[in-house]
């Protein structure tokens, strides 16, 4: 199974920008769909982005399109998420996930996912 290591959040203020990184490690690393996925306070956890290890199809949620960029490293087992033009309500626990079906249109946790620690971001002035 994919073991996976989120880092790059912290406190920022709105219209500021962070970038996320997501170390991934294991085998077969290149194979796996990955992506990131967020929880706020009371909610339910939300896709963000996600990228495919095939074609490197991406998802974007509605809430963050034109915004936030997902990119992969496969040389590195890196993927990252820059975010832009932060506001508030992306405040959340963003969590990297491995073993997803990835589209323009969907990103589906698959049988078996891996999930990463987390990471705080939080956009305060």
Known sequence: QVQLVESGGGTVQPDGSLTL????SGPNVDYYAIGWF????GKGREG???ISSEDGSTFYADSVKGRFTISRDNAKNMVY??????????SAVYYCAADLLVSTSHCWVGVHPSWGQGTQVTVSS
């Not at 820059?82 to 992306?90: A, I």
């Open 81 to 90: 998420l820059q975010l832009n033009n932060l506001k508030p309500e992306d």
């Open 48 to 50: 963000v982005s996600c």
């Open 38 to 41: 967020r929880q706020a306070p």
């Open 21 to 24: 990184s997501c170390a991934a």
